[in-house]
């Protein structure tokens, strides 16, 4: 089970995950993105994943998909707390923002 919490906060969609991000559930993760990107304009994507308790390789190509549409839209994607779930932070790929903390998520889109 996934539960999905979005809220914008100074121009940022607050996209908090918490459950399981895996191949039953990463349609529901990618259409409800999608669709709140798509009607209010997003490009600005703070991904926080420390309440995830597992992801798996499809959970990940959804986030590195999500990411490459973020991307081409000259937005950015943030993600936070990945470091929970690999002790290699790195996981994803290394052009993708990684933070432990949500404040400084802030500091690297507001670096524009």
């Keep these: 089970m996934?539960?999905?919490?979005?809220?914008?906060?100074?121009g940022i969609l607050i996209v908090r995950?918490?459950?399981?991000?895996?191949?039953?559930?990463?349609?529901?993760?990618?259409n409800d993105l999608e669709e709140v990107i798509k009607n209010n304009g997003v490009k600005y994507v703070l991904l926080n994943l420390k309440?995830?308790?597992?992801?798996?390789?499809?959970?990940?190509?959804?986030?590195?998909?999500s990411y490459k549409r973020?991307?081409?839209?000259?937005?950015?994607?943030?993600i936070c707390g990945i470091d929970r779930l690999f002790?290699?932070?790195?996981?994803?790929?290394?052009?993708?923002y990684q933070v432990n903390e949500e404040?400084?998520?802030?500091?690297l889109i507001y670096e524009r």
Excluded at 17 to 30: A, R, S, V
Excluded at 103 to 107: C, D, G, N, R
């Design 87 to 96: 002790k290699n932070n790195q996981i994803l790929d290394d052009s993708l």
């Design 70 to 78: 973020i991307k081409n839209n000259n937005g950015k994607l943030i």
């Design 51 to 65: 309440q995830l308790k597992y992801i798996d390789n499809y959970g990940l190509k959804a986030i590195k998909n």
């Design 17 to 30: 995950l918490k459950g399981i991000l895996d191949g039953d559930t990463i349609t529901m993760f990618t």
């Design 2 to 10: 996934l539960d999905i919490d979005m809220k914008f906060k100074h």
């Design 103 to 107: 404040v400084t998520a802030y500091e």
